[in-house]
């Protein structure tokens, strides 16, 4: 079975500096998508960045990108500039490229507080 | 609609009673999930339905939780005889093919208190 660790429950970063929330994950398929979703108070879930594990190149989007070790097993998101909107749940997830569903796997998830 | 719409938004159940609560994906979307997300945790699978093929339920917790999408589109989840730990906030996801690259869209959810 799949397991997906977030060890930072809280965390606090000031604006317009960078912050990087850890994520860990357990699996013996070689192939398969990590996540990182963020879910403001409002509660929608939101995709922030992927990564696919066959892919060696980290992912970035604008301010937003991973440190993906594969090998290690480690998969940590890094947000730069942090803006105030930027305070929200941060979900690390995982989804096996095989199989009849397609389901995310969550950690427990990181509070991020960006203060002013 | 422009994105995954539930309802209710809150329920307030007397433990004992059954709920039901409604899911309207994203027009098009194949995939749909339920996720069952308690208090200070991450989102929990239940259950996945491809059109109207309900092709994975083994994250539903017991037999008082039924999902369906009869027509491939609008889901509901329903919960019978309501317990206390069922409280949680329910997500619904829908994604526009099976074979996604994981981009789920989530609607808001319906969060259940049980009394």
Redesign the interface.
């Known amino acids: 079975a799949q397991t997906v660790t977030q060890s930072q429950p809280e965390m606090s970063v000031q604006e317009a500096e960078t912050v990087t929330l850890s994520c860990t994950y357990d699996t013996s398929e070689n192939n398969y998508y990590l996540f990182w979703y963020k879910q403001p108070p409002s509660r929608q879930m939101i995709l922030v960045i992927r990564q696919e594990a066959y892919k060696q190149q980290n992912a970035t989007e604008n301010r937003f990108s991973v440190n993906f070790q594969k090998a290690a097993k480690s998969f940590s998101l890094k947000i730069s500039d942090s803006q105030l909107g930027d305070t929200a749940m941060y979900f690390c997830a995982f989804m096996k490229q095989s199989g009849a569903t397609n389901k995310l796997i969550f950690g427990t998830g990181t509070l991020l507080a960006v203060q002013p | 609609g422009a994105?995954v719409s539930q309802s209710p938004r809150y329920k307030v159940a007397k433990r004992g009673q059954d709920v039901a609560l409604r899911c309207d994906p994203i027009s098009g979307h194949v995939?749909l999930?339920w996720y069952q997300q308690a208090l200070?945790?991450?989102?929990?699978?239940l259950t996945?339905f491809q059109n109207e093929a309900q092709?994975?339920k083994s994250?539903l917790p017991s037999d008082r939780f039924f999902a369906e999408r009869p027509e491939g589109s609008v889901s509901t989840l329903k919960i019978q005889r309501t317990q206390q730990e069922d409280s949680a906030?329910y997500?619904c996801?829908s994604?526009l093919e099976?074979?996604?690259?994981?981009?789920?869209f989530?609607?808001?959810?319906s969060r259940l208190t049980v009394l």
């Open positions: 994105g995939s999930f200070g945790q991450g989102p929990e699978f996945y092709l994975d994250g906030v997500l996801a994604s099976r074979s996604n690259t994981g981009e789920l989530f609607g808001e959810g």
